[in-house]
């Protein structure tokens, strides 16, 4: 089965190049001075919709997306090239989640979003000359990318869903109104994953259906298949509900349905909805009347109610006029949520940092931008361990750090699993 809707994958953006330490050297030249060259970006890891990809198959078995790292710095002020991005093609409607967060929601043809951001590239020892430092004899290193385990789930963007009790005959019916060639049989539970279709309206206007499988009493609590694929028309603008007329309880038919959606979300509930009695071609027009009557009995009264044969045709332009008056309407009683603004809190700012201390003689300093910092830092170095010392000092962590009782001896981290410290 090539439809899938729910993969798990390990993302690792690129790290960015070291920054190059060297001095000019030339004939006649005396005391050249640094001329090493910046370490370029890492690669980010981008997602990108597009409408030409259905599923996430593409990323059953390639479960690690890697971008690539910056290159180095060189000599002459020669910057290292930038390491290209990773940009993986994913579906209209994919959801991404980090830490069981939804963080990204594609949803618009050509909508990119970088995932994981690459390293910054290290300062060669060119970068750090100053009055106070004529001749540095460091560079820095180049930051890692992020990596972190994502989460992604697809939800089928549609303008209209097709539901109806197995073997009701929407796999039939799509294949009558759009250019979808599911797979059709006489038994149930043909359809085993969910097909779209587009209708043509008119030349300038279409709608997208999807045809959502297995529904059975039951579907909302995880029977049959429709638990897996009832998230695919959380999007729709609005439901056509399909009945069998040979089925012998036609009205329960139509409540089963009805307290699936109800049950799995409120909002589904609300959307217009079209119901239309299927295969009646053949059949005795009193039966069909009579059947049509029980279906109004328990219908509202704007509820649109049609009998066609999808199978030959008969009445299939009707529903298309109906289609069309049904895609435009809104849901009923549905109160329009706006995005909230994002606070930005105190917590959130980049400079803040912590202080713990880890044991007798070791102390963890956390914060995103020292933590850079100390990423970028070369600890076999002592002018670039000094560097590092210098922005500690400036910023008030040595004073947090004295507080927390750091005495002459003592070692500081960064990063419990690092074995990378600053002694002091």
């Known amino acids: 089965m090539n439809f899938v809707d ?32 910046d370490g370029g970006d890492g690669g980010d890891i981008i997602f990108e919709a597009s409408q030409n990809q259905d599923t996430l198959a593409n990323f059953r078995y390639e479960k690690d997306l890697r971008a690539q790292d910056g290159e180095p710095g060189g000599k002459s002020r020669k910057h290292g090239k930038h390491g290209h991005d990773f940009v993986g093609k994913v579906p209209l409607g994919t959801q991404v989640y980090i830490n069981n967060k939804l963080a990204f929601d594609l949803t ?20 750090f000359v100053s009055s106070t430092r004529q001749a540095p004899d460091f560079a820095e290193k180049g930051e890692p990318g992020q990596k972190f385990e994502i989460f992604l789930e697809l939800k089928l963007i549609a303008d209209i869903a097709l539901v109806g009790l197995p073997n009701s005959g929407k796999s039939t019916l799509l294949s009558r109104l759009s250019n979808a060639r599911p797979e059709i049989a006489n038994y149930p539970f043909t359809t085993l994953v969910p097909n779209l279709g587009v209708l043509d309206l008119s030349r300038t206007r279409s709608v997208l259906i999807a045809d959502i499988p297995g529904l059975i009493e039951g579907a909302s609590l995880g029977k049959g298949l429709g ?36 049950s799995y979300s409120k909002k589904l509930a609300k959307l217009p909805e079209l119901v239309i009695i299927n295969k009646i071609d053949g059949v005795d027009p ?79 300093i956390t914060g995103e931008n020292i933590t850079r910092f100390a990423h970028r830092t070369d600890f076999g170095n002592e002018q670039s361990q000094q560097r590092l010392k210098d922005i500690i000092n400036k910023r008030g962590i040595y004073r947090e750090l004295r507080r927390k009782g750091l005495k002459s001896g003592d070692k500081v981290t960064f990063d419990i699993e690092s074995s990378s410290r600053l002694s002091y």
Do not use: C, W
């Open 227 to 262: 638990h897996s694929f009832l998230k695919h028309i959380e999007r729709t603008k609005a439901i056509i509900h399909l009945i069998d007329f040979y089925s012998d309880q036609i009205v329960q038919d139509y409540l089963i349905i009805r307290k699936e959606l109800e």
């Open 286 to 364: 009193l039966a069909l009347d009579n059947k049509m009557k029980l279906l109004r009995e328990i219908l509202p009264k704007k509820t649109k109610l049609i009998a066609i044969s999808a199978l030959s045709g008969q009445n299939l332009k009707e529903l298309k006029e109906s289609i069309s008056l049904i895609s435009v309407l809104k849901p009923k009683n549905l109160k329009s949520s706006k995005p909230k603004t994002p606070v930005i809190k105190l917590l959130n700012n980049p400079n803040s940092f912590k202080v713990k201390k880890l044991s007798k003689g070791l102390y963890l």
């Open 6 to 37: 729910k993969v798990t994958l390990k993302v690792q953006a690129g790290k960015g190049g070291d920054g190059h330490k060297s001095f000019r050297k030339e004939r006649y030249i005396s005391k050249g001075g640094p001329d090493g060259g």
């Open 108 to 127: 618009t043809e050509g909508q990119r979003e970088v995932i994981a951001k690459g390293g910054k590239g290290g300062f060669g020892n060119a970068h």
